[in-house]
């Protein structure tokens, strides 16, 4: 198996709220391999955007991560992110793991020029020649296929969407990060742009080697630009797999529920499922398994009993039924 | 042909405009108050050429002279004629003798009060926007802790009280009960015998006279700055880009200055101007409360003895530097959010 | 006679000194029953085209005939006859429906003014036969609550059932399911297609998503259109399996497809570029030719492409498809 | 008979909303307690209060709990019978001020065209000249000689800003999705205007209203004060006013006419300004907790 460069255990996460803690992230425990690219699914509320800050223990709001370790492997080093100081935290991101959110329209300041965003980076990370970093963003925007000379003196409201993307991108390479989480990365996008942008994220890869992790509700980027593919519900991860088992032969219910949501362009009009009912409310969760009141192979086990994320071989399912979801997934295809 | 073009450009030009919007607002404002002064039913002219009829027993004739060199109009012209001579006279700085110091010119008058005003209001405007923008943030950062919560308790008692009321609370208790200060030794704006100079003693003591006016002008307006940065500052702390900038590792300076306390000031600076007019308006009684010699004062007591050319050049003159604060502040504000000033790029 | 008909339809905006059309020049029919997914990217003029289908806004020129009259010629009564008659459902479950005002207060304002039910009881009995139309169970406890308090795909559903509330025989969804949850979608578009099943309520179903479009209109037809005008118009499995617009045939092939194996073979049309022109800077002749990889130089930038009947029920608006007849060989992406 | 026990029901319904914000109900109770008071004072407390000059600037006793003013009258009694002007002023006028501010902001976004064109001139013009000065020479040039000509003339300097808001509300609020939806249900403009759109500005109506009401307050204390408003009768601006001019500042027992109308005046804005909260839970479904 290839080298980890990011272990999560036990990570788990909760929002102040007036009605009580909101859980919404419970016990998450995975491993990032090198140069992989691991997809994050699952709907709005399952935690996969929290999951996306807590790693980097960027806690927005009123949360506060409750438990767990995040442990960054350097070769021999072992760094253990809970234990940093605010100072050291701060460094490290960015360097050593970018975190680029949701809304990439609305990642600058609206105030100053794109090219004050560069050096503000790289001041805060110690670099202070200003003609250096101007260089190296002038590279990085050449790289992402943007106008140099256009972008960086302009203000953020006048860049088009995919520019903002684009800079965005090049922004995070500034310090050559080991691992980029990617925050719905083509979601507002139109579908040529967001082709454009999937292949850059391709060619960006080869060229600088990161590890990615990308966040998304939309099954089909994971299935287009994913190695492994986690889904979350409810706060955890409850599959975890490799892409082409992911959807092909699922063994959560709830994975396999996603895949039959959502048609194809090419290829055979089938009759789409949904999943019937709604996500859990995370601060009320049903007992046992989270996924029960909606999964049509519930036992009175799943009821009781919260099954927990276990590997059979490389594939790791969170489910008392895996092998009859896995039947069932079988005989649909 | 290219100057042709640069004149259309600098007519459309954002700045361009809104000078002669403020230009407009004020020649709108002047026309009005004298038509008001002059045509309607039962306006300060007539009253007062009736009162001279009747306190001197003169002939109406006579009594419209008198008015005609008060007012500065002339009572035989058509009322056309004598709008274009009220405004050209406004021009020059006529704004034509007061009734109650006779002879004396309004313009006169004006120059000697305004200046005090003009330091109290500047003055408290500068020290309330401030104090108010680095209290808000902190109430900001500190939201639902102990600090947001005396700052919003002070905020919402300050806004309850009228001002002039806290002018006579400081006074009372202050002044007399707990006597900080001597009640008679800070009326007026500078203290007997003092000549104006260019000197430390003189501004001492400008300082200490203003010294009362200011602190409520600024305790007063402050709660309101707080509220309205805290308020700002909350919702700018939510925009993604704060939260990138944190992803991106800059320090907790940068964010807070750069990123968070720029764009929480801008919208401010939209309220800023309005308060301006508020301030002046609050000066009025303020100054008279704390007998203060500032234009407000005089307005008061030209307004108790009637006497109309003070008033409506006291009025114009607020409106103007109301007027023309507005435009500077939008101005500022244009300066400062590129959204603005690349508008039409 | 088809139940409405846009000819001609153009809009145009102001925008500060410039002018915009948004909309130009777009011919379309829609036959009692029928399914009509209009598809393109934000920009293109779908969602504009959709609310002059529904009355929502003037065109600038053009006229729209609803059962074969002209919608600005009608009298009073027959112009609320054929408000009535079309309905729309927009796209963003939370602001979809009035946040201070109840469901109840929400269906039965309609019902109510327009003597769809005589008093408050009545109102209240035929809501709860109409949010049962749409799914929504428990009807009863739904009525007496605020939005908030329901989940976006909830809230679509009331939306469909107040554009129920007055019979209409025409929906024009925007986007109607794009903002709810994957997992629920599926059941909002099948209950959407039992409506035009069981009801006869004809949809103009307005996406992004060529995949959803395909799904909802296979019986039907799908209308592309880029930068305000209509690029091609076809039954679906025409247009699905054989795409004659290049820029059709672009965006199918720069779909990502939620199967690994099927998305990672498919053929990629690479564009001459990305940019997206401006409305307020189109480019002459056919818009899309600085982007399209077959362009014909001399003709694509001169001549605005008409579009055309090409095969059964098929038209386009291009010349290199007119050109290679038979059509798409040369421009259409191979499935696999 | 149900119909008694429907309003009633709804009317503790709606308490029990509104005393959700304890701070909010605090404001509720204080504003109702004074408007109860002032508005009953009159029928029991003697409105000829004569002078008594051996009582003179007595400080508070068990007979005057707030002492007496310079002519030896009772400061507590005026206190109770001077509420019911101010209030009605402050009423009148933040009322009339809402209603041409809502009025004329929603009118020129639904009209558009001239109206729109006209009416946000006027409204613009009106909050660039100041407020105050603006309401002291107008009641310089025209006399007053009643509350209610008082409250026009507040209302009528002071709806500009409101209009501006409410207007470009309205236009942002008509191109919502829901109000769009009632458009097409044929539903008519009333409907759209005062069960869709209004509906949903209450809490910044409200507020607003509030607003206005202090300012209505500030206004005409501060005319009595500068001696422009003729008016007569016993109310809390002119205590504050009288007890200035009779110097009631400076002496220690003395104070307390002048303090006592200050207090009173803030209490009943501060009572005011929180009762804002609780009127807003009432408008807004979203902040009802526990739901």
């Known amino acids: 198996m290839a080298d980890t460069v990011l272990e999560v255990r036990d990570l788990s996460l909760e929002y102040r709220s007036r009605r009580g803690p909101v859980k919404a992230l419970r016990n998450v425990s995975f491993d990032l391999y090198k140069g992989e690219t691991l997809a994050l699914i699952g709907e709005s509320g399952c935690g996969k955007s929290t999951m996306g800050f807590a790693l980097i223990r960027l806690t927005p709001g009123t949360a506060k991560i409750t438990n767990g370790n995040v442990t960054f492997v350097d070769g021999p080093n072992r760094i253990n992110l809970m234990e940093m100081s605010e100072n050291e935290i701060r460094r490290f991101r960015w360097t050593d793991m970018a975190m680029m959110l949701q809304a990439a329209l609305n990642a600058y ?40 000379d256009r972008v960086l003196p302009a203000y953020p409201h006048e860049l088009s969407g995919g520019m903002r993307q684009r800079v965005l991108l ?164 | 042909m290219a100057t042709s073009a640069m004149l259309r450009k600098f007519f459309k030009n954002y700045y361009f405009r809104r000078t002669l919007k403020a230009v407009a607002s004020i020649f709108v404002v002047t026309t009005l108050t004298f038509f008001l002064i002059r045509l309607m039913p039962g306006n300060p002219l007539d009253i007062y050429v009736n009162s001279q009829m009747q ?18 109009v002339d009572l035989k012209r058509p009322v056309l004629l004598q709008y274009t001579d009220y405004v050209t006279g406004l021009l020059h700085g006529d704004f034509g003798l007061s009734i109650v110091s006779a002879r004396t010119p309004v313009s006169a008058l004006i120059l000697r009060f305004l200046p005090w005003t003009m330091f109290v209001v500047s003055v408290s405007l500068i020290l309330s926007f401030t104090l108010g923008i680095l209290i808000g943030t902190l109430m900001a950062y500190k939201r639902n802790t102990w600090v947001d919560y005396v700052f919003t308790t002070f905020s919402s008692i300050m806004t309850a009280i009228p001002d002039f009321m806290v002018a006579t609370l400081i006074i009372v208790y202050f002044g ?81 200055t750069g990123y968070v306390g720029r764009n929480a000031i801008l919208p401010l600076f939209t309220t800023l101007a309005l308060s301006i007019g508020g301030m002046f308006g609050g000066s009025v009684l303020i100054e008279t409360v704390f007998t203060y010699n500032g234009i407000g004062m005089k307005l008061a007591s030209s307004l108790g003895a009637r006497d109309y050319p003070v008033m409506q050049a006291i009025f114009i003159i607020i409106t103007t530097a109301t007027v023309s604060a507005n435009l500077f502040a939008d101005f500022l504000y244009g300066w400062l959010d590129p959204r603005i000033r690349t508008e039409g790029r | 006679m088809a139940l409405l008909e846009l000819k001609h339809i153009t809009k145009q905006f102001r925008q500060g000194k410039k002018v915009v059309t948004a909309v130009d020049d777009v011919n379309l029919a829609i036959q009692d029953k029928e399914i009509i997914c209009l598809v393109g990217e934000s ?145 909002l578009l099948n209950m959407l297609r039992r409506l035009n099943q069981e009801l006869g309520v004809s949809f103009l179903f307005i996406t992004h998503d060529l995949a959803l479009a395909k799904y909802f209109a296979w019986e039907g037809r799908v209308g592309v259109m880029y930068t305000g005008r209509m690029v091609e118009l076809s039954r679906s499995p025409s247009l699905i399996e054989k795409p004659l617009h290049p820029y059709t045939a672009a965006l199918m092939s720069a779909i990502p497809e939620a199967d690994p194996r099927l998305t990672r073979s498919k053929e990629r049309i690479v564009l001459r570029s990305d940019d997206i022109p401006s409305l307020t800077k189109l480019p002459p002749g056919c818009h899309f030719h600085p982007r399209c990889p077959v362009w014909l130089e001399g003709k694509c930038d001169k001549v605005q492409p008409i579009l055309t009947e090409m095969g059964p029920g098929h038209q386009v608006a291009c010349h290199v498809a007119f050109d290679i007849t038979g059509g798409g060989s040369k421009i259409s992406a191979g499935t696999r | ?87 009605y002023v402050a009423f009148l006028a933040g009322l009339l001020g809402t209603v041409i501010g809502v009025g004329l902001g929603s009118l020129a976004a639904v009209l558009g065209g001239w109206v729109d064109t006209i009416a946000t001139a006027a409204a613009e013009l009106v909050i660039t000249i100041p407020q105050y000065p603006l309401l002291l020479v107008l009641a310089g040039f025209i006399r007053l000689n009643s509350p209610a000509g008082l409250a026009v003339i507040i209302a009528a300097v002071g709806w500009g800003g409101l209009m501006l808001t409410i207007r470009s509300q309205v236009l942002s609020l008509k191109e919502r999705d829901y109000v769009q939806a009632a458009r097409a249900l044929g539903l008519p403009v009333w409907h ?29 204390v501060g005319l009595i004060f500068l001696g422009v408003v003729p008016i007569a009768q016993n109310n809390w601006g002119v205590m504050y006013s009288l007890a200035n001019r009779q110097g009631a500042i400076f002496g220690v027992n003395s104070a307390w006419y002048i303090l006592a109308p200050i207090f009173t005046i803030a209490l009943f804005q501060f009572g005011l300004i929180n009762m804002n909260r609780s009127l807003e839970e009432l408008f807004n479904p979203r902040l009802r907790r526990g739901e």
Not at chain 1, 277 to 295: E, I, N, Q, T, Y
Not at chain 2, 224 to 243: H, I, K
Not at chain 3, 165 to 184: G, H, W, Y
Not at chain 4, 192 to 220: D, F, H, Q, W
Request: some cysteine; overall charge neutral.
């Open chain 1, 109 to 148: 300041n609206p105030l100053i020029r794109i090219q004050d965003h560069f050096i503000d980076t790289a001041k805060a990370h110690g670099l202070n020649n200003k003609s250096e970093i101007i260089a190296r963003a002038r590279r990085l925007l050449t790289g992402v296929q943007l106008d140099a």
């Open chain 1, 170 to 333: 090049a922004l995070g390479l500034l310090m050559q990060p080991k691992i980029i989480i990617l925050d719905e990365p083509t979601t507002a996008l139109d579908i040529l742009t967001q082709r454009s942008i999937i292949e850059l994220l391709r060619k960006l890869k080869d060229e600088f080697n990161f590890t990615m992790i990308f966040i998304s509700h939309d099954l089909s980027l994971a299935a287009e630009l994913a190695d492994r593919v986690a889904t979350m519900y409810a706060g955890q991860i409850v599959e975890l797999t490799d892409v082409f088992s992911a959807f092909e032969k699922p063994r959560h219910p709830y994975t396999f529920g996603l895949t039959r949501a959502v048609p194809t362009l090419h290829g055979a009009v089938e009759k789409l499922e949904s999943i019937p009912g709604s996500p859990p409310d995370l601060v009320f969760m049903p007992s046992g398994c989270k996924f029960h009141p909606r999964c049509p192979f519930a036992t009175d086990k799943c009821k009781e009993v919260e099954p927990k994320l276990t590997a059979y071989g490389g594939h790791q399912v969170a489910c008392h039924n895996w092998q009859q979801v896995l039947e069932e997934s079988q005989k649909a295809r």
């Open chain 2, 55 to 72: 306190s001197l027993g003169v002939s109406r004739e006579e009594a419209e002279a008198m008015a005609s060199s008060i007012f500065q």
């Open chain 2, 176 to 256: 007399v009960q707990w006597k900080v200060f001597s009640v008679t030794g800070v009326r007026g704006s500078l203290s007997p015998g003092m000549v104006a100079g260019f000197n430390a003693k003189f501004f001492i003591d400008a300082f200490y006279h203003a010294a009362l006016p200011i602190i409520t002008l600024v305790v007063c307006n402050v709660g309101n700055w707080m509220l309205q940065m805290r308020g700002s500052t909350m919702a700018t702390l939510g925009e993604d880009y704060v939260m990138v900038a944190k992803a991106r590792g800059l320090s907790e300076a940068r964010i807070t």
């Open chain 3, 43 to 187: 920009g293109c003029g779908k969602t504009t085209t959709g609310k002059m289908a529904a009355g929502l806004l003037d065109q600038t020129s053009g006229q729209i005939l609803f059962e074969g009259k002209d919608i600005s010629k009608l009298s009073g009564p027959e112009f609320m006859a054929y408000r009535r008659s079309v309905q729309m459902v927009h796209q963003d479950p939370f602001s979809s429906l009035n946040p201070v005002r109840t469901i109840y207060q929400t269906i039965s304002a309609p019902l109510l003014y327009h003597k769809f039910a005589k008093d408050e009881r009545d109102a209240r009995r035929r809501s709860i036969e109409i949010l049962e139309m749409v799914d929504l169970t428990p009807a009863e406890e739904i009525l007496d609550k605020f939005p908030h308090q329901l989940s976006g795909g909830q809230r679509q559903r009331v939306s469909v059932a107040r554009a129920l509330t007055v019979n209409p025989k025409f929906i024009v969804a925007d986007e109607a399911v794009s903002m709810v949850d994957v997992s629920i979608r599926a059941s």
């Open chain 4, 1 to 87: 008979m149900s119909y008694i026990r429907d309003l009633g029901s709804g009317l503790l319904g709606s308490l029990r909303i509104m005393s959700r914000n304890k701070v909010g109900f605090a404001g509720l109770i204080i504003t109702m307690t004074i408007l109860l008071v002032s508005l009953l004072a009159p029928q029991f407390i003697d409105l000829k209060m004569t002078a008594d000059i051996e009582k003179i600037y007595q400080g508070p006793s068990a007979e005057h709990w707030l002492g007496t003013d310079y002519q030896g009258r009772d400061i507590f009694k005026q206190l109770l019978l001077g509420g019911t002007e101010v209030i």
């Open chain 4, 192 to 220: 759209l205007l005062l069960k869709e759109i209004i509906p949903n500005m209450m809490s910044y109506i409200l507020t607003s209203l509030v607003m206005r009401m202090t300012n209505a307050i500030y206004g005409m």
